[in-house]
């Protein structure tokens, strides 16, 4: 079974605070993907990562950035917490179009509140 | 601008009824387009369609995709409790991008 695993599943922090979300993956994917989901937003793209040291802005990357070192691990940083941070964070892993089944395979997620 | 959009936006049902939920699509280069489930957690994977009238089943849901008409339909027959959730679709594109746009979802209740 694929397992995206989250580094903590509920995070309070203050304002202003830098924050770290990690997402750990063990199918050898290459693709990973961070998500903040809100009430009536659904689903949107923070940051996305195809390969080790790579990354590519998704819709709403101000305010956020990622880390690719290894290909397991795909790390977001909120570089200065703010309360409209507060959101549902998901992190999601997939093959290369052609490499593998290419649907998405989600973490548990980390509900933050900042403070 | 690519968009997807879900309908209806939520639905209540009582356990045996049939349900079809909505998804309808604008986007270039489209390459397939994906439903998943999810309930308090993490969303789970339902189905990958790339082909349009070619219809997916797993036990009592089903989906079908409609390339020409730009839309797919989730059907879920003798509805269960356990069916409660909110069903996301997505697509991707064939070139240009790894990314997965979403549509905003459908909260679906059903009611013993």
């Known amino acids: 079974d694929v397992k995206v695993t989250q580094s903590s599943r509920y995070l309070v922090k203050r304002t202003g605070e830098k924050v770290f979300l990690e997402c750990v993956q063990d199918m050898d994917h290459e693709n990973m993907f961070w998500y903040r989901q809100d009430p009536g937003l659904g689903l949107r793209l923070i940051y996305f990562s195809y390969d080790v040291k790579m990354k590519e802005k998704g819709d709403i990357p101000e305010g956020y950035s990622v880390s690719r070192e290894k290909k397991e691990r795909f790390s977001l940083i909120l570089e200065s917490a703010s309360t409209n941070q507060t959101s549902m964070y998901l992190c999601a892993s997939s093959f290369l179009e052609g490499q593998g089944p290419y649907e998405q395979y989600f973490g548990p997620g980390t509900r933050l509140t900042v403070t | 601008e690519d968009k997807v959009v879900q309908s209806p936006l939520s639905l209540v049902v009582h356990e045996g009824d049939t349900v079809t939920l909505n998804c309808s699509y604008e986007v270039t280069n489209f390459r397939s387009l994906l439903w998943y489930k999810q309930e308090k957690k993490a969303p789970t994977f339902l189905f990958m369609l790339t082909s349009s009238g070619i219809e997916k089943k797993s036990g009592r849901l089903s989906s079908i995709l409609d390339k020409k008409e730009l839309f797919s339909i989730l059907n879920i027959t003798a509805t269960q409790t356990g069916d409660s959730a909110v069903y996301l679709c997505?697509?991707?594109?064939?070139?240009?991008?790894?990314?997965?746009?979403f549509g905003t979802g459908t909260r679906l209740k059903v009611l013993a």
């Open positions: 997505a697509f991707t594109r064939s070139s240009g991008t790894y990314k997965y746009i």
